[in-house]
């Protein structure tokens, strides 16, 4: 399993839209500070109820994100989870469960607060994509 400052964390950044506006330089700097793991099929990558100290990314495969017996959402390479227990200290809110073999570049919850400070226009990338799971999660009313 890869660790920590994988040369091809920066690689795999490059490749995410949420770093593309983000320079070269930088991105090998922030690949540093997170961990690629890796995750079987079936494997509980998040558990709801547990405490939250990781910001993960997607690099490869594919999760499910499961409240119960419901699920919220399938999310896939270069996709995010994990960000609401990090921004807000709360219990996770969700199971997230690896469909695939499924690859993740993981943040410490130090290391997401860092990268957001200094890069407001990925903080502002992913409102946008916090806006789009809100919008998935509101029903129309019948009229
Ligand atoms: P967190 O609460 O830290 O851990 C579980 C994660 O599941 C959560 O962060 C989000 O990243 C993700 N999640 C929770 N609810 C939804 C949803 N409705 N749509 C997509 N992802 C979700």
């Not at 989870?81 to 130090?110: H, N, Q, Y």
Request: glycine content about 12%; aromatic content about 6%; some cysteine.
């Amino acid at each position: 399993m890869p660790g920590s400052g994988d040369p091809d964390a920066a690689v795999m950044l490059a490749n995410v839209p949420y770093f593309e506006g983000i320079d070269e330089k930088t991105r090998r700097a922030v690949a540093k500070e997170g961990k690629l793991l890796s995750y079987d099929a079936g494997k509980m990558i998040v558990g709801e109820g547990g405490s939250g100290v990781g910001f993960y990314l997607v690099i490869d495969g594919k999760v499910q994100v499961r409240k119960g017996s419901k699920v919220l959402a399938t999310l896939e390479k270069g996709q995010f989870f994990g960000e609401m227990s990090v921004i807000d200290g709360a219990p996770r809110s969700a199971d997230v469960v690896a469909l695939a073999p499924t690859k993740c570049w993981v943040l410490s919850a130090w290391s997401f607060s860092g990268l957001v400070k200094a890069h407001p226009e990925l903080a502002m990338s992913m409102l946008k994509e916090l806006v789009k799971r809100l919008r998935a999660t509101q029903t129309v009313p019948a009229s």
